[in-house]
């Protein structure tokens, strides 16, 4: 068996008490609160109690929210052996404006034990203590969670404060403490990547199990399929392309994932079909399921530019096309009305910058009547390469067999974007899923608390990588008449 800590424990961690109250119901989640006496959980600051919290003092509703989500968490995850969150509300960085709210992960990962599904794969500790049967290091804590003390306070977040009720009733300004916490104690359950997203790094060279369910349509690779760190690296940055092969979550996609995602569909005789991200306009119409297609042409002027700024040398090729314009110089609502006095059928505005996945195309004309999409510089540049070879076809449409932040497999995209996103790249589902998503990179403040379906993909995640392997929610197996394994990925 291997074992790696990857999380320094705090160095209150032996002056650590049990909290009162642990979760059980499938699993145990138990609190352990590593505060000083008269901070974080013991901060004796009186609070009015909430409908839904009693506590009377900050410390204590601070503590209710945690043992609440550990609760959530425990009836959901399936295990034998009790997990251990070490938690702390500490001062964090943080500035009048932003700041870190808090973060929470595995603080040990191991390999190899009895149980483990995958070979020479890395489990965190609570999955893998589940799997063994046993409390593989009772000497530290499963998953360690700090959060920060200061939101609100002069200098740190003003004008934002925790909300400490275990429903959905914050204000405006409100962080709902419980939501976060049901985020955070999903990474530490196995919600996490332990492969260095900025360096393709992986401990001790050893691929982590979140990472077996990981699927590049870029390079149309597993990620168990890379053999450098510098490809693993590049395959990070392959924004809308990097999706989750899990069969629970994409059989769950299917009732928790609204369809009708906005497309862009390429052909052309040497390479094919292939969708590209895009970014839609303000402007314009939306586009629709009947959709645009069109033969795509560059957009000239006299000056020999292709960014649709003045009206277009080569109009009479552009009736009845789909007009490739650069980003700049004059506003996307310029090039798109140039476009359109052109005759055009639509437009798709290829990014100056580096990077992606594309924003969508700002500003405000009533007068434009074809869409507009913005496609980013690496395929707006690789559109012009294959221009220069020959034709080729581009469909605009919305797709409502097809779900928003998954791939046409229903395979949910994960977070990666160019340039990489440290501690939310890979780790995420992409921000375009809806509804919002408990795991997206950012907390949204339409999340209800759910991490099951049909609202959340979550549980289906950790499903995926081992939990509930032996008893689904409602006691069934998988599929009738059917022992479902999970795909054992080609290495
Ligand atoms: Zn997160």
């Given at each position: 068996m291997?074992?790696?800590?990857t999380?320094?424990?705090?160095?209150?961690?032996?002056?650590?008490?049990?909290?009162p109250?642990?979760a059980?119901?499938?699993?145990t989640?138990?609190?352990?609160?590593?505060?000083?006496?008269?901070?974080?959980f013991?901060?004796p600051?009186?609070?009015a109690?909430?409908?839904?919290?009693?506590?009377?003092?900050?410390?204590?509703?601070?503590?209710?929210?945690?043992?609440?989500?550990?609760a959530q968490?425990g009836?959901?995850v399936?295990?034998p052996?009790?997990?251990?969150?070490?938690?702390?509300?500490?001062p964090?960085t943080?500035?009048?404006?932003?700041?870190?709210?808090?973060?929470?992960?595995?603080?040990?990962?191991?390999?190899?034990f009895?149980?483990?599904?995958f070979?020479?794969?890395?489990?965190p500790?609570?999955?893998a203590?589940?799997?063994?049967?046993e409390?593989?290091?009772?000497?530290?804590?499963?998953?360690?969670?700090?959060?920060?003390?200061e939101?609100g306070?002069?200098g740190?977040?003003?004008?934002?404060?925790?909300?400490y009720?275990l429903?959905?009733n914050?204000?405006?300004?409100?962080i709902?403490?419980?939501?976060?916490?049901?985020?955070?104690?999903?990474?530490?359950?196995?919600?996490?990547?332990f492969?260095?997203t900025?360096?393709g790094a992986m401990?001790?060279?050893?691929?982590?199990?979140?990472?077996?369910?990981?699927f590049d349509?870029?390079?149309a690779?597993p990620?168990?399929?890379?053999?450098?760190?510098?490809?693993?690296?590049?395959?990070?940055?392959?924004?809308?392309?990097?999706?989750?092969?899990g069969?629970?979550t994409?059989?769950?996609?299917?009732?928790v994932?609204?369809?009708?995602?906005p497309?862009?569909?390429?052909?052309?005789?040497?390479?094919?079909?292939?969708?590209?991200?895009i970014?839609?306009a303000?402007?314009?119409?939306?586009?629709?399921?009947?959709g645009?297609?069109?033969?795509v042409?560059?957009?000239?002027?006299?000056?020999?530019?292709?960014?649709?700024?003045?009206p277009?040398?080569?109009?009479?090729?552009?009736?009845g096309?789909?007009?490739?314009?650069d980003?700049?110089?004059?506003?996307?609502?310029?090039?798109?009305a140039?476009?359109?006095?052109?005759?055009?059928r639509?437009?798709?505005?290829?990014?100056?910058?580096?990077g992606?996945?594309?924003?969508g195309?700002?500003?405000?004309?009533?007068t434009?009547?074809?869409?507009?999409?913005?496609?980013?510089?690496?395929?707006g540049?690789?559109?012009?390469?294959?221009?220069?070879?020959?034709?080729?076809?581009?469909?605009?449409?919305?797709?409502?067999g097809?779900?928003l932040?998954?791939?046409?497999?229903?395979?949910?995209?994960?977070?990666?974007?160019?340039?990489?996103q440290?501690?939310?790249?890979i780790?995420?589902?992409?921000?375009l899923?809806?509804?919002?998503?408990?795991?997206?990179?950012?907390?949204?403040?339409?999340l209800?608390?759910?991490v099951?379906p049909p609202?959340?993909?979550?549980s289906?995640l950790?499903?995926?990588?081992?939990?509930?392997?032996?008893?689904?929610l409602?006691?069934?197996?998988d599929?009738p008449?059917?022992v479902?394994?999970?795909?054992?990925?080609?290495r």
């Amino acid at each position: 068996m291997n074992k790696l800590l990857t999380l320094a424990l705090l160095s209150t961690f032996a002056g650590l008490a049990l909290a009162p109250a642990a979760a059980r119901a499938n699993a145990t989640i138990t609190i352990v609160n590593a505060n000083d006496p008269g901070v974080g959980f013991n901060d004796p600051t009186p609070a009015a109690p909430l409908a839904s919290n009693p506590g009377t003092t900050v410390g204590e509703q601070r503590l209710k929210v945690f043992e609440y989500a550990a609760a959530q968490w425990g009836a959901v995850v399936d295990s034998p052996v009790e997990i251990f969150i070490l938690a702390a509300f500490l001062p964090r960085t943080c500035t009048a404006t932003s700041g870190v709210l808090g973060s929470a992960g595995a603080t040990s990962i191991f390999s190899d034990f009895p149980g483990a599904i995958f070979p020479a794969t890395w489990y965190p500790a609570a999955l893998a203590d589940k799997l063994a049967g046993e409390d593989l290091d009772p000497t530290s804590a499963d998953i360690v969670a700090v959060f920060n003390s200061e939101v609100g306070k002069t200098g740190c977040l003003e004008g934002a404060s925790w909300y400490y009720g275990l429903d959905t009733n914050h204000g405006p300004a409100d962080i709902n403490l419980a939501t976060v916490l049901l985020h955070e104690f999903a990474h530490g359950l196995g919600f996490q990547s332990f492969v260095n997203t900025s360096t393709g790094a992986m401990p001790l060279d050893q691929l982590d199990v979140y990472s077996l369910f990981y699927f590049d349509h870029f390079d149309a690779l597993p990620r168990s399929a890379y053999l450098t760190n510098a490809q693993r690296a590049a395959s990070a940055l392959h924004f809308r392309d990097v999706v989750w092969t899990g069969p629970h979550t994409r059989r769950a996609a299917r009732d928790v994932l609204d369809g009708g995602s906005p497309s862009l569909q390429l052909e052309s005789r040497g390479a094919g079909e292939r969708r590209v991200a895009i970014g839609t306009a303000l402007f314009g119409p939306a586009l629709t399921t009947r959709g645009v297609e069109g033969n795509v042409v560059l957009g000239l002027d006299a000056a020999g530019t292709s960014l649709g700024c003045a009206p277009f040398a080569n109009a009479a090729a552009l009736r009845g096309r789909v007009v490739l314009v650069d980003r700049g110089t004059c506003t996307f609502t310029t090039k798109t009305a140039n476009a359109q006095a052109a005759g055009a059928r639509a437009v798709i505005v290829n990014d100056s910058v580096a990077g992606g996945p594309p924003p969508g195309l700002g500003g405000a004309d009533p007068t434009i009547t074809i869409p507009a999409v913005r496609v980013a510089k690496r395929d707006g540049d690789a559109l012009k390469a294959a221009l220069a070879a020959g034709r080729v076809q581009a469909r605009l449409a919305v797709d409502p067999g097809q779900k928003l932040g998954a791939d046409e497999r229903r395979q949910a995209m994960l977070n990666a974007t160019d340039p990489v996103q440290p501690g939310s790249s890979i780790s995420h589902w992409d921000p375009l899923t809806t509804p919002n998503q408990l795991m997206e990179p950012f907390i949204n403040d339409d999340l209800a608390l759910e991490v099951t379906p049909p609202q959340d993909l979550t549980s289906e995640l950790l499903r995926d990588i081992g939990w509930f392997t032996d008893r689904n929610l409602d006691g069934r197996p998988d599929f009738p008449g059917e022992v479902v394994r999970n795909p054992r990925p080609s290495r």
